[in-house]
């Protein structure tokens, strides 16, 4: 492997900005503010602002791992154990504190034995034979999964790999030789008149992806082109869309983290892998992206029907979480698609660092309906997180800058625990009401 002086940097960051930035490139900081021509319309501030998503750009409903409901009792305490800890609602939640002692003692029993290579959440990964094996897995994966057991994990949750650990590495094999099977197949069209705008689209779209990934080494351009070809090829109903091919990249991540021991990803240069390594990742991440898409393919088909949909339920949920947010926003014009639409797309990539978005895939994956249902109500949390910075704006243009460029760069595993025990409290208070939805 090659020496510290030698690597590549797996991604660099350029000037482009990053989650949480609210400094745009070529821009000063926040501290000497350019004075902008107030606009009161989206209208206006699109004529005189470049978009916030593309950087200079030329141009979820069910996810399928055969998930079973999960143990609610446990999710809950786990939840309002976080919630105590960071809020004002443990007044709320008086009749689960004689629980709380016990439940954090067990989970940091089962912390302590991940370290130790001993605990249930290992031998869930490792010995699983049966669905309740894997519902054992689900549980323990709610809070968060050890990095060392996460790519094993993301592959049972995700559906992936099969429950039954002598079935496994035939599985394996059987999948990684059919996916190359499609590459043979299908890659060399990617020339092909029919499949050029495709192939253009997605060569353009990887170096501008997730901030941590905007400028990849010529080993995972390649990679990541093939997947998101492939798919695309297999996929005629939606085709490839702008905002999947951010969703190759925790997949990939968490796959090298598998073969690269301790060592900091940001930093490996991932063609000093084997060949057959590469390529077992590369398969791996492509019918893990797949199992995904499968869920939330409504949201990339013709005009986005999926997306659409769940922008709508979110301001009608946000109107009833908390109506002065959202009377705020109506009344200065913000609509909830300018923001929101990103949210849905990218499923938070763009607003979170890559490090959060991980932890949160380890909840999405292990929640029932993770990516489409449940990730409705995270991003409500995630809107009224913001609230005092919101009712704070009075300009329609610094609303929506302040929504497009969120201050979460620092962000880490604690926050996204705040974030999802309080999406995990609004599921259970509004997903049974019959009038969830309406005023």
């Not at 000497?32 to 209208?43: A, G, I, N, Y």
């Not at 054992?136 to 559906?159: C, F, H, N, Q, Y």
């Not at 779209?205 to 941590?212: A, G, K, T, V």
């Not at 659409?308 to 947010?325: C, G, P, T, Y």
Request: with cysteine.
């Amino acid at each position: 492997m090659a020496s510290d002086g030698g690597r590549k940097q797996f991604w660099k960051r350029s000037g482009a900005k990053v989650p949480g930035s609210l400094i745009k490139p070529g821009s000063r900081p926040p501290t000497t503010p350019v004075k902008l021509k107030k606009v009161s319309t989206f209208q206006e501030f699109e004529s005189n602002t470049s978009d916030a998503w593309d950087l200079g750009d030329d141009d979820d409903e069910l996810l399928a791992i055969a998930a079973e409901n999960l143990n609610t009792e446990v999710v809950m305490e786990t939840a309002h154990k976080v919630i105590q800890n960071h809020s004002k609602l443990q007044e709320q939640h008086k009749f689960q504190e004689e629980h709380l002692q016990e439940e954090k003692q067990e989970e940091s029993s089962q912390l302590t034995s991940v370290a130790c290579g001993d605990n249930r959440l290992v031998k869930s990964v490792s010995e699983g034979h049966t669905s309740s094996s894997l519902d054992e897995l689900r549980k323990l994966s709610w809070s968060g999964i050890p990095k060392r057991v996460r790519p094993i994990a993301w592959k049972l949750l995700s559906g992936y790999l099969p429950a039954n650990v002598d079935r496994r590495e035939s599985t394996l094999q059987r999948k990684r030789k059919e996916y190359f099977a499609f590459v043979e197949q299908y890659y060399d069209s990617r020339n092909d008149e029919n499949h050029q705008d495709t192939y253009r689209q997605i060569h353009i779209d990887i170096p501008r992806m997730s901030p941590e990934v905007l400028r990849l080494q010529p080993k995972v351009t390649e990679i990541f082109e093939r997947i998101l070809f492939i798919w695309a090829i297999r996929h005629p109903a939606s085709g490839y869309v702008q905002g999947i091919n951010d969703l190759v990249t925790p997949f990939f991540v968490v796959f090298v983290c598998e073969y690269i021991e301790e060592e900091e990803v940001e930093n490996f240069d991932v063609s000093s892998l084997p060949e057959e390594v590469l390529q077992n990742i590369e398969a791996d991440s492509y019918w893990c992206m797949s199992k995904l898409l499968d869920g939330i393919q409504d949201n990339y088909t013709f005009a986005q029907p999926g997306i659409q949909k769940k922008v709508k339920m979110l301001e009608e949920l946000v109107s009833r979480i908390d109506e002065q947010v959202h009377r705020h926003l109506d009344q200065h014009e913000v609509k909830y698609l300018q923001f929101a639409f990103r949210w849905m797309n990218n499923l938070l990539m763009r607003e979170v660092p890559l490090r959060c978005t991980i932890r949160l895939w380890d909840t999405y994956q292990s929640e029932p309906e993770g990516f489409s249902h449940f990730h409705l109500y995270v991003c409500a949390a995630f809107l009224v997180r913001w609230r005092k910075e919101i009712l704070d704006e009075k300009d329609f243009q610094e609303l929506l800058i302040f929504l497009q460029n969120l201050p979460t760069v620092h962000w880490g595993d604690e926050d996204i625990s705040v974030l999802l025990a309080e999406a995990y409290r609004l599921k259970f208070a509004f997903a049974d009401a019959p009038n969830h939805y309406k005023k």
